[in-house]
């Protein structure tokens, strides 16, 4: 008799969702006002914008200046 197992199928892991208001900046929530890259629109918090344009930051995504 064949009676072969058919393996099960791997589990597939879950897809990594990032937050739509997750700030990548502070790697938390965001707060308040909003800030969006304008080259691939990640949205950071205007604070961690603010506080990434005066330390010459990058876009964590895309490495485009933080410009508002
Ligand atoms: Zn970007
Ligand atoms: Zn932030």
Redesign the pocket.
């Known amino acids: 008799m064949n009676d072969k197992k058919i393996p099960s199928p791997p589990v597939l892991p879950p897809k990594i969702k990032i937050k739509e208001n997750f700030?990548l900046?502070?790697k938390?929530e965001?707060e308040g006002e909003t800030y969006t890259c304008p080259k691939c629109g990640t949205k950071?918090?205007l604070?961690?914008a603010k506080k990434a344009r005066s330390e010459a930051k990058l876009c964590v995504k895309c490495k485009q200046l933080v410009m508002m």
């Open positions: 700030c900046f502070h938390g965001i950071y918090c604070k961690c």
